[in-house]
C-alpha cells in the first residue's frame, strides 16, 4: 500500500491560531520554543499570545484605521495586533515594548505573516510629543497591570492627544488599575469604556478603553 506524502506543515498546524487573517504562533510552536531557550532573561510579560490582543483586534474590525495610517502598538509583546493592522489595513506600525528580548518573537510572527514590523525597545514614558506627533492611532492591549502605571499612561495620553495622534484604543481583561485610568480618562479626556466579547479563536470578554478627537 502506498503511503500518502506527509505534509511538513502538518506537525506545526495546532501550535497556530489562524484568525482574522493572521497567523499567530503559539508558545508551544516549534520555532517559539526555539527562541524561548535561546533567552535566558525573557520576561516582562510578552512571553505568549494574549486573549486581550484578539479582542482589541476584532473591536478594529468595527472601527478600522483609514489605509496606512501610521500606528504606534505601546507594549507590542509578539505584535499581533500590530500584524493584524499592517497586513489588513496596510497600516506602517511601531512596535514600542520595554522588553528588547520580544523583538526576535515579534520579527517571528512577522516573517510568517509576510509583512514588516518597526520595533522599537523602550518605555511609553520616554515618548516625547515631536515622537508622538508622527502616529494617527495608538492601541497597546494588557499594559496596566499596576497601580503606577496609571499616573504614566494619563501623561501619555495627553501628551498623544496633544500632538495630534486623533485616536487611543486600550484593551483589558479589567484589572482595578485599568479601571482607575478609565475612571481618570473619562473625567478628564472624555474617553468612553466599551465591552467586547469575542467567540473565537476563544470565547472571552474584555473591556476596551477609547478616547478620540475630531
Not at 502538518?10 to 508558545?27: D, F, N, Q, Y
Not at 516582562?44 to 496606512?68: C, I, Q
Not at 516573517?111 to 514588516?116: A, R
Amino acid at each position: 500500500m502506498k503511503k500518502q506524502a506527509l505534509d511538513p506543515e502538518a506537525k506545526t498546524k495546532p501550535h497556530i491560531i489562524e484568525h482574522l487573517g493572521i497567523s499567530a504562533l503559539r508558545s508551544t510552536h516549534p520555532e517559539v520554543r526555539k527562541l524561548k531557550r535561546q533567552q535566558s532573561g525573557h520576561s516582562a510579560h510578552g512571553n505568549k499570545v494574549w486573549r486581550s490582543s484578539f479582542v482589541l483586534m476584532d473591536y478594529l474590525t468595527t472601527y478600522p484605521p483609514e489605509p496606512a495610517s501610521q500606528v504606534l502598538d505601546v507594549g507590542c509583546g509578539w505584535g499581533l495586533t500590530s500584524i493584524f493592522l499592517a497586513k489588513e489595513y496596510a497600516a506602517k506600525v511601531t512596535g514600542l515594548d520595554i522588553d528588547s528580548g520580544v523583538e526576535p518573537f515579534l520579527r517571528l510572527q512577522a516573517q510568517v505573516n509576510q509583512c514588516e514590523i518597526k520595533f522599537q525597545c523602550g518605555g511609553f514614558e520616554s515618548l516625547t510629543e515631536t515622537e508622538l506627533s508622527a502616529f494617527h492611532l495608538i492601541v497597546a492591549a494588557d499594559i496596566c497591570f499596576w497601580d503606577e502605571m496609571v499616573d504614566p499612561l494619563l501623561d501619555l495620553f495627553r501628551d498623544a492627544l496633544a500632538a495630534g495622534v486623533k485616536r487611543i484604543v486600550i484593551a483589558d481583561p479589567g484589572r482595578p488599575p485599568f479601571w482607575s485610568l478609565c475612571e481618570h480618562a473619562v473625567e478628564t479626556l472624555d474617553a468612553e469604556i466599551v465591552t467586547r466579547r469575542i467567540y473565537e479563536p476563544w470565547r472571552t470578554e474584555k473591556f476596551i478603553l477609547v478616547i478620540e478627537r475630531a
